[in-house]
C-alpha cells in the first residue's frame, strides 16, 4: 500500500513544488531552516522515528520521505510532525518555520 503513495522526485524538484507565486504581493514562497538558512533539496530525506524532544512522539513507523512533499504529514503512518529537524545544522524547527515568504520582485528603492 505505501508504495501507491510514494512518487519518486527529481532532484530539487520538491523546493520548486513549493515556490509558489503570489501575484498580488509578488512574494515566493520559500523553504529553509528557520536556524541556519539551509534550503533542502529534493533529494533530501527525513524519518518518521521515535522522538522524545521535542515532538514527544514515541510511534514512529520507520517510513523515509520528503518532509516538505507533505507538510510533515508521514505517508506511513499519518502522523502530522508539528517539529522538523535540519539536515545541515541537527537543529528542531516548527514545520510551520521553515516556509517563508521572500520577494521576488526588483528590490524597492
Known amino acids: 500500500m505505501l508504495s501507491t503513495l510514494q512518487r519518486t522526485f527529481q532532484p530539487d524538484e520538491i523546493v520548486r513544488i513549493f515556490e509558489i507565486q503570489d501575484d498580488s504581493d509578488k512574494e515566493s514562497m520559500q523553504i529553509r531552516c528557520p536556524l541556519c538558512a539551509w534550503h533542502p533539496h529534493g533529494s533530501d530525506r527525513w524519518s518518521c522515528v521515535d522522538v522524545a524532544e521535542p515532538e514527544h512522539f ?52
Do not use: M, N
Open 58 to 109: 514515541l510511534d514512529g513507523c520507520g517510513t523515509s520521505w520528503h518532509t516538505f512533499a507533505t507538510h510533515g504529514r508521514c505517508p506511513g503512518c499519518s502522523h502530522q510532525w508539528r517539529w522538523t529537524s535540519c539536515l545541515a545544522c541537527g537543529g528542531w524547527s516548527l514545520h510551520d518555520d521553515w516556509y517563508v515568504q521572500e520577494p521576488t520582485g526588483p528590490p524597492a528603492g
